[in-house]
């Protein structure tokens, strides 16, 4: 058996072992660099063997394995990679096979992560999150300003003001591509392989760096017709006699809150209307349907037209930060900070101009 000895450098020290993903960047390499012979690489304590019979591609399995958890089944993972459902089967089936151990729980309708299969999709983020960033540096995206930036953001806030900010960017920096990921659910940057995000409130994630650009305030708002006809609540238990149109992601369809006298008070709600994003709930309230209640930028546009009048003004809750946030990883790609210093002083604009 031919035996080929390499010595990595770095940190690597007596009775520690490479991480996963500096293992499989290395196996990557072997099996297409060398000889179709059996091949043992050894580091200290580190050894292991790359055999002509092990055709599977590891990562390329891993990478199928996550298409499959994030389709939710095979087929929607086959059809989503444009490959054969046979293809995506047989990729998990061996993937199983070579960690001995089953990812998923198969019924006829859906696929279950086992405890194991949670366990192993963590670490698959974290190895293809790290060999991404190999490549990347490999590219000369920490270099220079390029390749594919995705940023995330709330859907209104997103659809209405990022968007025009990317229009400008795109066009100053037309090697780099975007993908724009627009959702009011709060997304791991880690996990979801996201470089920048663009968040509403309180950052729980210390993990995370922050870029504050402004801030914003839920506000309660109705059609001046609805409030002529049932009339203008003055305090918040008047909420009690009126129809009420609540978006879960903002507030609970149950409370809404508000500030008496500094002090935090829940006023107990039962909505005629409850909805599943901000703009039905606006679109709602201009109708005369009832009285809402969303974040004020969400308002912007009937305000400004006069189909929308704010009530309740002086019990409204504290302002709410708003953020671009990225992982604190040690090499910032370019592209990332590229993004930062042009939509940061632009967000800030925006938003200066809809808390008047």
Not at 167 to 184: G, H, S, V
Not at 201 to 217: E, F, K, M, N, Y
């Amino acid at each position: 058996m031919e035996r080929l000895s390499v010595r990595v450098p770095g940190p690597l020290s007596s009775g520690e072992e490479a991480p996963q993903a500096q293992r499989l960047i290395l196996l990557v390499f072997f099996k297409r660099r060398l000889p179709k012979s059996a091949v043992t690489w050894q580091n200290r304590n580190l050894s292991f063997r790359i055999l002509e019979e092990d055709t599977m591609d590891r990562l390329d399995a891993m990478s199928t394995f996550l298409a499959v958890v994030e389709a939710g089944s095979l087929s929607a993972a086959a059809r989503q990679m444009k490959t054969p459902l046979t293809t995506v089967s047989r990729k998990v089936s061996e993937l199983e096979s070579h960690l001995r151990i089953k990812l998923f729980n198969r019924s006829s309708r859906q696929l279950v992560l086992t405890d194991a299969g949670g366990s192993y999709l963590a670490a698959c983020k974290r190895i293809i999150a790290d060999v991404t960033e190999a490549e990347r540096m490999a590219s000369g995206e920490f270099t220079a300003p390029t390749g594919e930036l995705t940023v995330t953001a709330p859907v209104s806030l997103g659809r209405t003001h990022l968007i025009p900010i990317l229009a400008e960017f795109l066009k100053t920096y037309p090697d780099i591509r975007t993908n724009l990921i627009l959702t009011d659910r709060v997304q791991s940057l880690f996990q979801e392989q996201v470089d920048v995000g663009l968040r509403i409130g309180t950052l729980p994630d210390s993990s995370l760096i922050a870029v504050p650009v402004g801030t914003t305030r839920s506000v309660v708002c109705a059609n001046p017709r609805y409030l002529a006809a049932r009339g203008t609540p003055r305090k918040p238990e008047d909420l009690a006699g009126h129809d009420c149109i609540s978006y879960p992601a903002i507030t609970s369809p149950d409370v809404w809150t508000f500030t008496v006298d500094k002090t935090t008070v829940a006023v107990p709600m039962r909505p005629r209307l409850v909805v599943s994003n901000a703009e039905a709930a606006c679109d709602a309230a201009c109708a005369g349907m009832g009285i809402t209640i969303a974040l004020s930028y969400h308002f912007h546009a009937g305000l400004r037209c006069g189909s929308l009048t704010t009530l309740l003004d002086e019990f409204r809750p504290p302002t709410m930060p708003v953020n671009l946030v990225y992982t604190a990883d040690k090499f910032l790609p370019i592209k990332v900070r590229a993004f930062l210093d042009f939509a940061a002083p632009r967000l800030k604009r925006v938003l200066a101009e809809l808390a008047r």
